[in-house]
């Protein structure tokens, strides 16, 4: 990102420079012996320097815009101030000239000390101004690589779908083919949709609760086929929430975690519970731990407390008691993509 030049409005430079210029004045006026054709030149005289040196010191600053320095030039302030001093001898010198009564000598060591103190105010204020803007450049720079890493994380989080789902349903669809199951055309079909929706979805970074619920009820088809009464799973999701909003395949990536990591058989089955409170939305399960758990390839938990981070910068709720399971999602009412 090229740096951004430096621009001050005219209004500031020709007031701060008649300011000065009346300022330097101001002893002038409270002597006994004031000279008001004195006043008027003097002030005269510091205006134009003022001026003069607020676009040198602009020029000089903007010559070196593309180096990127958050410091101050040594060189450059000498090269500026050197500038400032022969400028100021020749204000003098036509001070000089229209008062030709007042002593050279001394009248120009005033005025050269007035020149630096002015041409160093002038330095410092453009160099902080410069500094301002490099900074803000560089913060930006910064966001806009943490938000490209974030928004690359992400498309990666969209598209992990654990392969050991595909190839359990796989196996379970060949044992149903090699038994003539009733269901087999149906469990081809639902799982036809699975993957379809999955395909659709990654394109959005989020849908309504109600898409995310059919998400839900294809997988659950898929795996009722494969642990029959095993799996009871409860909706009591009220009317509203279904038209939240919920980063796709929340629901089912939690599904999947309560049936990787618990046991799900037809003497003990797995009962999973989906309700909502008045912000949250929560999903609940029995913990009925397996006695060697499932390997995971990190698209539960994680996944879902990434996207929630990376969309809406809220967290998720785990709750455990050692007897039940519960993710508390905080509900999506409306986004803004920013």
């Not at 006043?39 to 134009?48: D, M, Q």
């Not at 410069?130 to 490209?148: F, M, W």
Request: with cysteine; net charge neutral.
């Amino acid at each position: 990102m090229q740096q951004q030049k430096i621009k001050i409005s005219q209004a500031v430079i020709w007031v701060s420079s008649i300011f000065l210029g009346i300022l330097s004045s101001v002893p002038q006026l409270a002597s006994h012996e004031f000279n008001w054709k004195e006043a008027i030149v003097n002030s005269a005289i510091t205006a134009a320097f003022s001026i003069t040196m607020w676009y040198i010191n602009i020029y000089m600053l903007n010559r070196s815009a593309g180096k990127r320095r958050q410091h101050i030039s040594y060189p450059r302030l000498l090269v500026i101030l050197a500038f400032g001093m022969v400028i100021m001898f020749v204000l003098a010198w036509i001070q000089q000239l229209i008062l030709s009564h007042i002593n050279f000598g001394p009248v120009m060591l005033m005025v050269e000390v007035r020149g630096i103190l002015i041409n160093l105010v002038c330095y410092m204020f453009l160099t902080l101004l410069q500094n301002n803007y490099t900074g803000q450049q560089i913060q930006l720079e910064l966001e806009k690589v943490k938000s490209d890493h974030l928004g690359a994380q992400y498309e990666l989080l969209k598209q992990q779908i654990n392969p050991h789902f595909l190839f359990n349903s796989l196996n379970t669809l060949k044992l149903m083919a090699e038994t003539h199951d009733v269901e087999t055309v149906d469990f081809i079909v639902k799982l036809s949709d699975f993957y379809r929706f999955t395909l659709e979805s990654r394109k959005l970074d989020l849908i309504s609760v109600q898409e995310e619920m059919k998400i839900v009820d294809a997988y659950l088809f898929l795996q009722k086929a494969r642990f029959g009464d095993g799996i009871t799973f409860t909706n009591l999701l009220e009317k509203e929430t279904g038209q939240t909003l919920i980063p796709p395949f929340t629901l089912q990536l939690l599904v999947e975690n309560c049936i990787k990591h618990n046991i799900v058989s037809q003497s003990k089955p797995l009962h999973i519970k989906i309700y909502n409170t008045k912000d949250l939305m929560i999903i609940e399960n029995p913990i009925q731990r397996k006695m060697a758990a499932e390997d995971s390839l990190g698209v539960g938990l994680d996944n879902i407390k990434m996207r929630y981070k990376h969309l809406l910068e809220q967290d998720i709720i785990i709750y455990s008691d050692e007897k039940t399971f519960q993710i508390k999602l905080p509900l999506i009412h409306e986004y803004h993509h920013h």
